[in-house]
T-cell receptor
């Protein structure tokens, strides 16, 4: 059974600090997706990582993928309140279904 | 270009009632999905479709039925609602083509309460 584990599930951090969210998965996947969900809203695509070693950055968020280690990271640099949301990673064990992690609830405090 | 839309946005049902949730996408995507989201459970796949006229069971299909009579629409039915089906339901679609193939695009969600 495919498992996608995010760590931590809850993260409270101060503005200006750095932190990393980890996403481990248990089966081969050549691509990985990161989504953001604001409270009461839908999921919005953040990053699509398509190959081993892929790195993508947007603003204060940077995502990377290591397919050999079956690990993706989402790094937050100098956090701001607007980044408060739930972040999900998802992998593609078969060509058309995504399997999601349980999500990381990020709260950025002033 | 509306993307993925869902109807209705909110609904309250009594136990035993039935209803249909409608999902529509205007991106010509082959694949469509229905998820439910519950606190602490993440997203769980209910049913999905890889093309018009096809459907398949996901992780939690019991108590739900689906139909995909047209490529752009994916319907989720609850024949006899139960309180355990109180949840937020998301529809998504994706395409096998393009650089970001299989990336799923989500609708705004339907909040369903069963009393």
């Amino acid at each position: 059974e495919l498992k996608v584990e995010q760590n931590p599930l809850f993260l409270s951090m101060q503005e200006g600090k750095n932190y990393t969210i980890y996403c481990n998965y248990s089966t081969t996947s050549d691509r990985l997706y990161w989504y953001r969900q604001d409270p009461g809203k839908s999921l919005e695509s953040l990053f699509v990582l398509l190959s081993n070693g892929a790195v993508k950055q947007e603003g204060r968020l940077m995502a990377s993928l290591d397919t050999k280690a079956r690990l993706s990271t989402l790094h937050i640099t100098a956090a701001v309140h607007d980044l408060s949301a739930t972040y999900f990673c998802a992998v593609v064990p078969s060509n058309y279904k995504l399997t999601f992690g349980k999500g990381t609830l990020l709260t950025v405090n002033p | 270009n509306a993307g993925v839309t869902q109807t209705p946005k909110f609904r309250v049902l009594k136990t035993g009632q039935s209803m249909t949730l409608l999902c529509a996408q205007d991106m010509n995507h082959e694949y469509m999905y229905w998820y439910r989201q519950d606190p602490g459970m993440g997203l769980r796949l209910i049913h999905y479709s890889v093309g018009e006229g096809t459907t398949a069971k996901g992780e939690v299909p019991d108590g739900y039925n689906v139909s995909r009579l047209k490529k752009q629409n994916f319907l989720l039915g609850l024949e006899s609602a139960a309180p355990s089906q109180t949840s937020v339901y998301f529809c998504a679609s994706s395409s096998p083509e393009g650089r970001n193939s299989y990336e799923q695009y989500f609708g705004p969600g339907t909040r369903l309460t069963v009393t």
